[in-house]
């Protein structure tokens, strides 16, 4: 197996099992200047959208209802209704500035199901290439990230604030 160096994760690795709390409640709690810093990109009356920190694709978004449940069922239509306003600016902001082939959404509800974080359900938004799953993953064991986290943020926040002026 090939190493690729990704320092960047050491933090996620050593306090992974000790965190308290729920990271997107602490993101969504944020101001908006300290959004850069949590990487919250939008935040609406329901609901936000935040960068994954830990991405499969440059551009992997996540949208998040501000109420804390695991449960989709537990979400009130209000809320349903702001996280499809949000995919929908956030399919638009993705196309803008990536200009990918394609798109992964969806939910991962239960550990089984593959959630990280199962007590605060949120909504995958991935951008996907043709060709992005290749040699790297599946022989080398290795994911390219071509873009650091930040210069994605900017990018797209940049995009989003167009777009809701």
């Given at each position: 197996?090939?190493?690729?160096?990704?320092?960047?994760?050491?933090?996620?690795?050593?306090?992974?099992?000790?965190?308290?709390?729920?990271?997107?409640c602490?993101?969504?709690?944020?101001?908006e200047?300290?959004?850069r810093?949590?990487?919250?990109?939008h935040?609406?009356?329901?609901?936000?959208?935040?960068l994954?920190?830990?991405?499969?694709?440059?551009?992997?978004?996540?949208?998040?209802?501000?109420?804390?449940?695991?449960e989709?069922?537990?979400?009130?239509e209000?809320?349903?209704?702001?996280?499809d306003?949000?995919?929908?600016?956030?399919?638009?902001i993705?196309?803008?500035v990536f200009?990918?082939?394609?798109?992964?959404?969806?939910?991962?509800i239960g550990?089984?199901?593959?959630?990280?974080?199962?007590?605060?359900?949120?909504?995958?938004?991935?951008?996907?290439w043709?060709?992005?799953t290749?040699?790297m993953?599946?022989?080398?064991?290795?994911?390219?990230?071509?873009?650091?986290?930040?210069?994605?943020?900017d990018?797209?926040?940049?995009?989003?604030?167009?777009l809701?002026?």
């Open positions: 197996m090939r190493i690729l160096w990704a320092p960047w994760r050491r933090h996620y690795v050593e306090t992974v099992d000790t965190q308290v709390g729920c990271f997107l602490e993101a969504a709690s944020q101001p200047e300290r959004w810093d949590s990487l919250v990109l935040r609406g009356r329901r609901s936000f959208i935040i994954n920190k830990y991405p499969y694709n440059s551009g992997h978004l996540m949208i998040v209802p501000l109420i804390h449940t695991g989709y069922e537990d979400l009130d209000e809320t349903v209704a702001e996280m306003q949000l995919l929908r600016m956030s399919l638009k993705l196309k803008e200009r990918p082939h394609g798109f992964n959404v969806g939910y991962n550990r089984p199901a593959g959630a990280g974080l199962e007590t605060h359900i949120h909504m995958h938004v991935v951008p996907r043709n060709g992005d290749n040699f993953p599946v022989i080398g064991e290795t994911k390219v990230i071509s873009e650091d986290l930040l210069s994605t943020y990018r797209l926040r940049n995009a989003l604030e167009r809701v002026r």
